[in-house]
């Protein structure tokens, strides 16, 4: 198990990796999935722009793009994370910047998990599985 945590054209947020190590590892455990390589990469959203054309032909800002490369029950994968979108989002949707930064580090998990939020009734089943992962990571202490 490797989860990494690099930075693109900004600092490396305020994160506590052990902590958030420590959270993955049993989000997954919940969906009975076993925690491979990861790597988390936070970028400017020019960067996650560019990705967003490269790699998936997309024209548009977002504030994650998640790589699957699971292989059975082991999840893995690269996942971006624009910094300046979580900031967007948290004044947009009235919450502070770390709580919205978990938010999307686990939504990148969930994903790997089998979760998906793109056809109907789905976004719903996203959201929860985000705030029930958000109330585990409250009861991890380090």
């Known amino acids: 198990m490797a989860i990494t945590f690099q930075t693109e054209e900004v600092q490396m947020p305020p994160v506590s990796k052990k902590k958030i190590t420590a959270w993955i590892k049993t989000v997954a ?3 009975q999935k076993k ?3 990861i790597a988390y990469i936070f970028c400017s959203d020019e960067k996650i722009l560019e990705v967003n054309r490269t790699y998936l032909q997309h024209d548009y800002y977002t504030d994650i793009i998640t790589f699957d490369y699971t292989q059975g029950n082991k999840i893995g994968g690269d996942l971006f994370i624009s910094l300046d979108t979580v900031a967007i989002n948290a004044e947009l949707f009235q919450t502070n910047y770390e709580k919205e ?3 999307v580090i686990i939504h990148g ?3 790997l998990c089998g979760i998906n939020d ?3 009734g789905e976004r719903e089943i996203m959201e929860a599985a985000e705030n ?3 109330k585990v990571l ?3 202490s380090f």
């Open 29 to 31: 455990e919940s969906y």
């Open 35 to 37: 925690v491979g390589e």
């Open 101 to 103: 930064l978990h938010r």
């Open 109 to 111: 998990i969930l994903h």
């Open 118 to 120: 793109k056809g109907p």
């Open 132 to 134: 029930k992962a958000l």
């Open 138 to 140: 409250d009861e991890i």
